[in-house]
């Protein structure tokens, strides 16, 4: 009952103001004439009756506020009344409020894009139960997390640490369900797969440990929940239905969950698979060859109790094992843990590297952007003395006027910071439904979660409050008597103040941010120009999966002489070559153990060099436009009946041969034994990827080292279009069966190797223009700032005759003084942190004139920009008109 | 009345209130003159402190407000005590005993 009564009253109090305050009015109207009247009968006169009446009851509305301060919900009441009235001094301003919550909204909303994408990436990545136990394994000193099946078995069965240990692939394949095969990726997984990660189908069953008893013997597939949704439209009864994959018959048992994307988080394959049928999908059986390292990633979660460390040593006695065991396979094994989630540990923590910079870089922005915002807010209570002075006259408190100042710093920071999430959510959202391969099902997941609302929120109150709490000091100084006495022409302080410093801060963080773009983008359009050892222009790719369509051994080769010669009687084509993993765009590489020809004992610590191993056509080199240096390149007599023939590049033969003209007529030897002669040399080239060093690699023809993966390259300078369609006609005559995909070399070019670069150079560049923003207002701020305190003194310079010169000096040489210090550090600083990009984007490099040069450019027309209009006003000072206003 | 008293007073404050509407409904000034009468004159309580009170009681449920005439014919705001008020009057009374007692107790001792 007294609880009702309670809530009753708040809510009045709260929704019926204008009648509680009629109410309580009338009361106090009603009391004074009670008084009065009890006054008179006392003998008094009216006169005389109402002044003793106005002294007793000391003034209405103090009466009143105390007892608003009285009444239930008063602090609501008063945060509302705050801010209603904030809303209305902001609404008066409209130009500083937008250009307020317009900052803000861009530095919040570059902090919750980033913090988003960091969230997805490395703080929630998977979404699986226990993720924080779940670890892959490594080989320490190799390029890719790759082991053989025998391998992955060894750690299996003989590992103390973990729980069990699962293992997978990513592959693409044919499946068919009635005439035609399509492409799709899937997971070629180990039975104990689901189990390990201990996660429940949504329909069906999977498969598990006890599925597989050797080769091809676990002929099941567990859709992706979006690929059943997709292919199979969400049918049920698809259970126990039998599907053709690569021509060969697989049963569907079951369906993923929704949320379960497999465990690479860029990759989201369509369906999952026993590796042990590994042979039906590859054309290759090599689940007992120990020296071939095919699977991706073990994985597994730690026993309880098992420090990753200890898991270690237990790996790496394993390894000791297998060194022992089998001394011709293994050189040094070693093992490390990574995160599973970002396929490896270099990329996972390039990757968290780049991002946790990124953050830095965005948290620096945003408290960029709360120094220029509590720079404008000093200036506002400075243009506001007189009204604070006023109020405080009046008897207002200094905390409820500090309490007003802080309302409205929160309300543009809770405007800024919805203005910048709701960007920020669209622009996530559009991250992930974006695929930048449009050949591979990768996608950066990075919806928002409640992590995210959660980190904009508090970035949004935390900076309120840092740039809301730069004007107390001001406030608590006042002193109503001299303000009102003397005006607001307070002096400008000549010494070093805290506003200087935040506004050199934010400058450096500028020239750092301008520095590190145009270092990237120079570097971009540096690697853009630069030699590949080969040329990418007016190229065709064209990959066709010969594996999908069934062709195998003999009819295999024969096809692939056939497409060349297809492809070379195309109108307009001038060559073709044929390669079976193209350099720079393809996720997988081929590479070998090379060992000089006198090499008898052919164990790995043997080996003089590690090669890429490439498989190519006769004509490959004239159609990729590879400059071949010496010797000659291969014909189509270079088959299983010659001498094996390599030609290798100059790294190469200068590492296995010391000098290239040594090179032409030796003899190397490979991991099998063979004995390969080189014929040619060729140019270095990248293969792997733009920032590579260079390294070795060797071509040999592919009629004596046979691979199913068949990459055309189709030299001409016929339209892109055009070329494609001619191209898809010349397939579909060979075999309309035959899943093809085409594309211009330079494009595929952008979207694997320069892919990195790309993101590196927009996001720097995005940022860098934010922070130019920022600074042009922050050091707008200050000079109009300056200028308009000092309209009397400038104005009195022109009258003595000062010449525009030294007023625009007087005027501005502070806020250009700061400009060249602050550009000055930022400049350092950015040439530092460029070491940084070298990673990532191509031969970055801040030592270069243009950098130097483009930075200081950059941060004179911000100044310029920035300085123009408090410029003008000073040059356009009336000392009359001005003298006589004062 | 100084300023110390109001402070000393707050916890009775309430008390006089209500032991004032004990007497029947009554407006501001009444409870007023009826506190000034109940302690001969040792409290007047002045408007800024008794109108929070009665406001604050009313918000309480102790008292109910309603809009009345006055003696003469004139509009104004009287408080009459409810049930509940009643029993707070009780608790607060029988608190105040035991308080007094022990203070006393401790005074002559």
């Known amino acids: ?886 | 009345m100084k300023p110390e008293q109001t402070t000393l007073l707050q916890g009775t404050l309430d008390m006089l209130i209500l032991k004032s509407l004990l007497a029947g409904e009554m407006h501001g000034l009444g409870v007023s003159r009826r506190i000034q009468q109940l302690t001969q004159g040792t409290f007047s309580v002045k408007p800024g402190s008794l109108f929070p009170a009665l406001h604050r009681m009313e918000e309480e449920g102790w008292i109910s407000a309603f809009w009345g005439d006055s003696e003469n014919n004139r509009r104004a705001k009287y408080y009459r005590l409810t049930k509940a008020g009643r029993k707070q009057l009780e608790a607060e009374t029988e608190k105040w005993g035991r308080i007094s007692w022990a203070i006393a107790q401790a005074l002559e001792a």
């Open chain 1, 1 to 886: 009952m007294p609880l009702l009564t309670k809530a009753r009253s708040f809510l009045r109090n709260l929704f019926s103001t204008r009648r509680v305050e009629k109410d309580l009015d009338q009361e106090i109207h009603s009391h004074l004439e009670l008084l009065i009247e009890e006054n008179i009968r006392a003998g008094m006169s009216p006169g005389e009756a109402a002044r003793a009446a106005q002294i007793e009851l000391g003034g209405a509305e103090q009466v009143k506020e105390q007892v608003r301060e009285a009444r239930l919900g008063n602090w609501l009441y008063s945060v509302l009344s705050d801010a209603r009235y904030s809303l209305r001094v902001l609404r008066k301003s409209p130009g500083f409020t937008i250009v307020a919550v317009l900052t803000l909204a861009l530095a919040i909303g570059a902090n919750s894009v980033v913090f988003g994408v960091l969230n997805a990436m490395i703080l929630r990545p998977l979404n699986l139960p226990r993720e924080q136990s779940l670890y892959g394994i490594e080989r320490v000193g190799q390029d890719d997390p790759v082991q053989s099946y025998p391998d992955y078995l060894d750690l299996r069965d003989r590992n103390q640490s973990f729980e069990s240990l699962a293992a997978y692939r990513i592959t693409e394949a044919g499946l068919a369900t009635g005439e035609s095969a399509s492409r799709i990726f899937l997971l070629e997984v180990s039975g104990n797969y689901f189990d390990t990660l201990g996660i429940q189908p949504y329909l069906g069953r999977f498969f598990h440990a006890s599925d597989e008893r050797g080769p091809n013997s676990a002929p099941y597939i567990v859709l992706s929940y979006a690929f059943w949704h997709t292919r199979f439209q969400g049918d049920c009864s698809v259970v126990d239905r039998t599907v053709q994959i690569n021509k060969h018959p697989f049963t569907v048992i079951g369906v993923a969950p929704s949320e379960f994307h497999g465990t690479l988080l860029f990759a989201s394959p369509d369906l999952f698979l026993p590796m042990v049928n590994e042979e039906q999908i590859e054309g290759r059986n090599v689940l007992a060859a120990r020296n071939i390292p095919w699977i991706y990633l073990a994985l597994g979660h730690l026993k309880a109790g098992v420090t990753p460390a200890q898991a270690i040593s237990d790996l790496n006695s394993i390894g000791s094992y297998l060194e022992k065991t089998y001394p011709k396979e293994y050189n040094q094994v070693r093992f490390s843990l990574s995160r599973p989630s970002l396929y490896d540990e270099s990329l996972g923590s390039r990757v968290e590297a780049f991002l946790t910079g990124l953050m830095l870089l965005a948290g620096l922005i945003l408290l960029a952007a709360s120094a220029n915002l509590g720079g404008l807010f000093a200036a506002r209570a400075a243009d506001r003395s007189r009204e604070v002075a006023l109020r405080l006259a009046l008897g207002a408190k200094r905390g409820r006027i500090l309490r007003t100042l802080f309302t409205e710093a929160l309300l543009i920071s809770l405007a800024g910071g919805a203005l910048g999430l709701w960007g920020s959510v669209v622009l996530l959202h559009g991250l992930s439904a974006w695929q930048p391969l449009p050949r591979y099902p990768i996608s950066v997941p990075v919806n928002p979660d409640a992590n995210v609302y959660a980190v904009a929120l508090v970035l949004a109150l935390v900076s309120g409050l840092l740039f809301g709490v730069v004007p107390v000091r001001q406030v608590l100084r006042t002193d109503p008597y001299q303000i009102i006495k003397a005006g607001s022409t307070g002096t400008l302080g000549r010494r070093v103040t805290l506003r200087d410093l935040l506004l050199v801060v934010q400058i450096a963080i500028c020239a750092v941010l301008v520095t590190s773009s145009i270092v990237a983008i120079r570097g971009l359009v540096r690697s853009l120009n630069s030699n590949f050892g080969f040329e990418p222009r007016n190229a065709m790719i064209v990959s066709a999966d010969l594996g999908m369509a069934g062709y195998n051994g003999d009819k295999l080769l024969e096809m692939q002489k056939r497409m060349v010669e297809a492809m070379q009687t195309t109108p307009g084509v001038e060559s073709v070559g044929l390669i079976d993993w193209a350099p720079l765009i393809s996720g997988a590489y081929a590479d070998s153990d090379v060992f000089t020809g006198e090499t008898a004992d052919l164990r790995p610590s043997n080996a003089a060099a590690v090669s890429f191993l490439f498989r190519i056509s006769p004509e490959y080199f004239h159609a990729a436009h590879t400059a071949v240096l010496s010797g000659r390149t291969f014909t189509w007599h270079d088959d299983k009946a010659a001498t094996r023939v390599a030609v290798v590049n100059r790294e190469f033969a200068s590492k296995i041969f010391r000098s290239p003209a040594k090179a032409i007529g030796g003899f190397f030897k490979i991991q099998d034994g063979s004995r390969i002669q080189v014929v040619g040399i060729v140019e270095d080239g990248k293969y792997k990827g733009i920032t590579e060093d260079p390294r070795p690699a060797m071509f040999v023809p592919i009629l004596q080292s046979p691979s199913r993966e068949t990459i055309l390259v189709v030299r001409s300078s016929l339209d892109p279009l055009q070329l494609t369609a001619a191209i898809r006609n010349t397939l579909r005559d060979l075999d309309r069966g035959l899943p093809s995909y085409i594309e211009t070399w330079s494009k595929e070019l952008d979207n694997f190797a320069f892919f990195p670069s790309h993101v590196a150079t927009i996001s720097l560049g995005v940022l860098g223009v934010m922070g130019a923003m920022l600074a042009v207002t922050g050091i707008f701020g200050m000079a109009a700032y300056s200028v308009s305190k000092r309209l009397k003194e400038l104005g009195i310079r022109v009258a003595i005759g000062a010449r525009p010169k030294e007023v625009l000096q007087a005027a501005l040489g502070r806020a250009v003084k700061l400009l060249a210090f602050g550009s000055a550090a930022g400049l350092l600083l950015g040439i530092l942190a460029s070491r940084v990009l070298a990673f990532i984007v191509y031969s970055a490099t801040p030592r270069d004139p243009l950098v130097l040069g483009g930075v200081v450019l950059a941060m004179a027309l911000v100044g310029l920009l920035a300085t123009w209009i408090p410029a003008q006003r000073a040059l356009s000072i009336d000392p009359a008109i001005l003298l006589r206003e004062e």
